[in-house]
């Protein structure tokens, strides 16, 4: 009993730390620096420690680190490096046999690790100085002496500076929530600098400045978005951010002596032309995966994975891909990501590389879109070469999900940029999905108008129709609607529609389905989700969908594995709090309790101020017999919606199968529901 604690004292003693944002350090457990000599034992080293406890392949080394030896004379310049890290970290850190060495994982931490971490969790941050101090680039400074550890060095660069902004706008906004100005402040002017082009970043800093009263920097905020958006894009601010800058009493117009983006007529026949085009669709093109052209093997499954990866997106009615045998003759990797894009003329590239060293696979992707020249999303894939062939069907579909939930956002907040009346209809329809998201009375109008356009300007273009039954459906579930009968005719009208005009796209099945739920035609509904989810099986919304359906009717444990796959598919998901709380009603009906309080506050923590998370809450609080708790979370929902009651409820889910609908009313009465 007592020797465990001194042996973990021991492990603790022996540990180091190493940062890898912003530079290359190593320290010891008790803050000593640690030295190693040369710059390339210091990038060994960094390799090792981004995957402590995964054996990498000497092969893999040699050939990443002294690809410019020949075999011997690498294992050897290999054997003096570990010799080295060994030397200065400590023999207990490198665990190492004749074919593969790793870094123990029980004496190695990072940066990057934490990074990664915190942006999983919810909430995702710990403090302003930790995501400031973690915003930083990847081995800053350091350059690597081949092709091939070049590569790994700017991809991981990209990968850790996505998750450095993902974490910096968590944080910013959780420290504005908290009333923590000038620390968010100081973050949202680091976001700005990650990604001058991120609209959202702005309207931060500009509300914060406002906040404090510095209206003349919320001003001047919002003119340099406006000149950044003119210079380099040639567009201008989004409709969000010029209302911010009204809400602000700002000078949002611009004066006569402001620069305003020149649009030249060959754009302006290009949107016409697009605005005549029922058929527009995201272009993309999937360049050949960059590996050694002599590793006929590996050739062989690079051209396989980009094969499957178009196949895959073929399936998906929004995308126009580029056939594989106009994307073969091109150059293979990110640096061609721009020639491709011009040479096909597509707005999105999906590209990378495919390793092989030894028996080990390392599969790096990344989407780049051509008009910003941005990497919107990039991820790394290492396998054992014996599993490939077994586990490539999922990692072609975590692919697939990936790009299908990036390029939708993209298209989001790129139509949002667009002054309004140069917009085709398909822009229209993605930034009437943009307002949909907000889930509100003003927002949920601008949306019915976007999608209302749409259709008007292509008459038979399906996702318009679609878009104006997913109003319906938001008006019906954020109590919005002062007929719900009358909003449910017209929904389903439009959604039927849809389907008629174009039954092969997944979305308009998606909402007549949720249409036909709220109506109780649950067979009908299910039949639709289920050709949903045939023409899109990683469709997050058509199991979402599903979930609703199977907990109408009684069956949460059928719906579980639904809402499951829906929450995999798009963690990032504008839905993602209603996906939590659909699955907290599903952990609620089967028991599980202390599961359900736990996806309930997951949801509020993803949505601050979305009732319905609330209602979940309060109905886990039930039955675990902390009533006061419940009452509370009732009452923060009736702030939310303040005509919510039992009967406003009924209205929702009175078609609801007997059993599951009584015992959620009746917690919900217990919790102060009127």
């Not at 009346?421 to 329809?429: K, P, R, S, V, Y």
């Not at 318009?464 to 005719?489: F, K, N, P, Y």
Request: overall charge negative; glycine content about 6%; some cysteine.
């Amino acid at each position: 009993m007592n020797e465990e604690p001194r042996f973990s004292e021991n492990i603790r003693g022996l540990r180091v730390g190493f940062t890898l944002l912003g530079g290359f350090a190593v320290r010891s457990a008790t803050g000593e620096a640690l030295f190693l000599p040369t710059a390339k034992i210091r990038l060994l080293a960094a390799y090792l420690a981004l995957s402590p406890g995964q054996y990498q392949s000497r092969s893999k080394l040699c050939a990443l680190f002294w690809e410019d030896r020949g075999a011997e004379q690498a294992r050897a310049s290999l054997r003096n490096a570990l010799a080295a890290i060994r030397a200065v970290l400590g023999d207990h850190m490198v665990i190492a046999n004749r074919e593969a060495v790793m870094l123990d994982p029980n004496f190695v931490s990072t940066d990057v690790c934490e990074l990664e971490s915190l942006v999983a969790r919810t909430p995702a941050t710990e403090g302003a100085e930790t995501a400031r101090r973690l915003a930083a680039e990847f081995l800053e400074g350091l350059t690597g002496s081949g092709e091939e550890l070049t590569e790994w060095i700017e991809f991981e660069r990209t990968r850790c500076r996505n998750l450095s902004e993902t974490l910096l706008a968590k944080t910013a906004e959780q420290l504005a929530e908290s009333g923590e100005e000038a620390a968010a402040v100081a973050l949202a002017r680091q976001l700005v600098a990650l990604d001058p082009f991120r609209e959202k970043s702005h309207r931060l800093l500009m509300r914060l400045y406002a906040r404090q009263g510095e209206r003349s920097l919320a001003v001047a905020q919002f003119q340099r978005c406006r000149q950044l958006l003119a210079d380099e894009l040639g567009t201008e601010p989004s409709p969000q951010t010029v209302a911010l800058a009204d809400e602000l009493s700002l000078e949002a117009k611009p004066t006569r002596e402001a620069r305003r983006p020149e649009v030249s007529p060959a754009p302006i026949q290009q949107e016409a032309a697009r605005a005549a085009d029922p058929d527009f669709r995201i272009s993309i093109a999937v360049l050949p995966f960059l590996r050694p052209a002599e590793d006929a093997d590996q050739s062989f499954l690079a051209e396989g994975l980009a094969e499957d990866l178009i196949t895959e997106l073929s399936r998906h009615k929004d995308f126009l891909v580029i056939a594989r045998q106009s994307t073969l003759a091109l150059g293979a990797g990110p640096r061609f990501a721009e020639d491709a894009a011009q040479a096909l003329d597509v707005r999105y590239v999906l590209t990378g590389n495919l390793r092989r060293r030894g028996n080990d696979l390392s599969l790096g992707v990344q989407l780049i879109d051509s008009a910003t020249h941005r990497t919107v999303w990039a991820e790394r894939y290492a396998r054992k070469l014996e599993e490939i062939f077994a586990v490539q069907d999922e990692i072609v579909s975590l692919i697939i999900t990936a790009v299908d939930a990036e390029v939708r956002s993209s298209e989001r907040e790129r139509a949002l940029r667009k002054p309004p009346g140069t917009m085709d209809a398909w822009e229209l329809f993605h930034r009437g999905l943009w307002h949909a998201y907000n889930f509100s009375m003003d927002e949920i109008d601008a949306a019915e108008e976007c999608f209302r356009r749409a259709t008007e300007l292509q008459p038979r273009f399906a996702l318009g129709h679609a878009g104006l039954a997913q109003a319906a459906v938001v008006r019906i579930v954020w109590q919005m609607s002062d007929d719900v009968a009358a909003t449910l005719e017209a929904g389903l009208a439009h959604a039927r529609y849809a389907v008629a005009l174009d039954g092969a796209h997944p979305y308009p099945h998606v909402m007549l389905g949720r249409l036909l739920t709220c109506q109780g035609e649950l067979g009908l509904a299910h039949d639709h989700l289920r050709i949903a989810t045939e023409l899109n099986p990683s469709y997050a919304h058509a199991h979402y969908a599903l979930a609703q359906v199977h907990i109408w009717s009684g069956q949460p444990v059928e719906a579980l594995p639904c809402i499951d796959r829906a929450i995999r598919f798009s963690p990032r998901d504008p839905l993602l709090s209603m996906f939590m709380t659909v699955r907290s009603v599903c952990l609620f009906l089967m028991g599980d309790i202390a599961g359900a309080e736990a996806a309930a506050r997951a949801a509020i923590a993803r949505q601050a101020r979305e009732c319905w998370s609330r209602l979940g809450l309060a109905a886990a609080l039930v039955e675990s017999g902390r009533i006061n708790e419940a009452t509370a979370a009732v009452a923060e929902a009736k702030a939310l919606l303040p005509n919510l009651s039992i009967a406003s409820l009924d209205n929702l889910i009175g078609r609801m199968a007997s059993a599951p609908r009584q015992r959620i009313i009746e917690v919900l009465q217990r919790a102060g529901l009127e």
